[in-house]
């Protein structure tokens, strides 16, 4: 079984509405077992462009795991808030 992983660039919109956000997310998390691997902003682009400023990336199971986890009542609770705290891309991706 590969694991997944879940990788949002982007931009903050409202520092406030961010930090609300952030603070949410891990009880989305836990139910998947889920793992926060690193959040981080960017410092350089070597190649092409990268029109966002920050990133995160989440380790799951499988991808069957990562997309019950987006689709899940309590993530999808939390758009309405993402959408007003930042503009994001979010990816999946199987290792």
């Not at 990788?7 to 989305?28: C, E, L, M, N, S």
């Amino acid at each position: 079984m590969s694991q997944a992983y879940v990788v949002g660039h982007i931009t903050v919109k409202d520092a406030d509405k961010w930090q609300q956000y952030q603070a949410r997310v891990p009880a989305t998390l836990a139910p998947w077992g889920a793992e926060l691997v690193f959040r981080g902003q960017n410092v350089a682009v070597f190649s092409g462009q990268m029109p966002h400023t920050d990133i995160v990336v989440i380790r799951f199971a499988d991808v069957a795991t990562a997309e019950q986890w987006f689709r899940s009542d309590a993530y999808q609770a939390l758009l309405p808030l993402r959408a007003q705290a930042a503009d994001m891309v979010l990816t999946s991706y199987q290792a």
